[in-house]
């Protein structure tokens, strides 16, 4: 029973091309994250949603777009992929505010891009 | 904005001894939450500890305690009893008191030797 899943782990595709990484939590929290992993191991918050509306997008490229169906998922989309967008990209989700602060991570994605 | 330092790219401990990790930070926020995080080979980041700023008691969990000196904006993580699994980075990381995203340091690579 995991607690936050991502799918896939491992992305390999080529320059240009279109990908998708999904994210489901059932842990019943409101808001959940992508975060960016780069090679030299360095952690920085993507985007941030509540209740399926996107409360924080730290200047990211347009041509990453994430989406909230609901809740519980939160898919991020990455159009033309580049060399530079070759990392790993973790999920996380938390709940209200009221019931803590802490951050439950997903196994996180390795997307390679050659 | 918050900015997170850990100086001490990596550390080597013997195993049953203790090892000390250092963290500094800066926030503009009154009210904030500081956080350990472990990041085996596995990649999996898994929490270690919390402390809120408002509380001056040193969290402690198990192995793992704080020493949170708030006018020093000092954060460092003390691992007692060391064993071959607390082998993994560790990252220092503050979130505001929304604790909508967390802002992460550089990290720390700690190795164990037995």
């Known amino acids: 029973d995991t607690a936050v899943s991502q799918t896939p782990k491992y992305l390999v595709t080529q320059m240009g091309n279109d990908k998708s990484i999904k994210c489901e939590q059932n842990?019943?929290?409101?808001?959940m994250y992508w975060y960016k992993q780069d090679s030299k191991k360095f952690l920085k918050i993507m985007f941030s949603?509540?209740?399926?509306?996107?409360?924080i997008n730290e200047t990211v490229p347009n041509r990453f777009s994430p989406k909230s169906p609901d809740k519980a998922h939160l898919n991020l989309h990455i159009n033309s992929l580049e060399l530079g967008d070759s990392a790993v990209y973790f999920c996380?989700?938390?709940?209200?505010?009221?019931?803590?602060?802490?951050?439950?991570f997903g196994p996180g994605t390795r997307l390679t891009v050659t | 904005a918050q900015t997170v330092t850990q100086s001490q790219p990596e550390m080597s401990v013997q195993e049953a001894e203790t090892v000390t990790l250092s963290c500094t930070y800066d926030?503009?926020?009154?009210?904030?939450?500081l956080f350990w995080y472990k990041q085996p080979p596995s990649r999996q980041m898994i929490l270690v500890i919390r402390?809120?700023?408002?509380?001056?008691q040193n969290a402690t969990e198990n192995r793992f305690s704080v020493n949170f000196q708030k006018a020093a904006k000092s954060f460092s993580l003390k691992i007692s009893d060391s064993q071959l699994g607390d082998a993994a980075m560790y990252f220092c990381?503050?979130?505001?008191?929304?604790?909508?995203?967390?802002?992460f340091g550089g990290g720390t690579r700690v190795l164990v030797k037995p």
């Open positions: 842990l019943g929290h409101d808001t």
């Open positions: 996380a989700s938390s709940p209200p505010r009221e019931q803590g602060v802490e951050q439950y």
């Open positions: 990381a503050a979130s505001g008191a929304a604790g909508n995203k967390l802002t």
């Open positions: 949603y509540n209740n399926k509306e996107l409360i």
């Open positions: 402390q809120e700023a408002y509380k001056q």
């Open positions: 926030t503009s926020e009154s009210d904030y939450y």
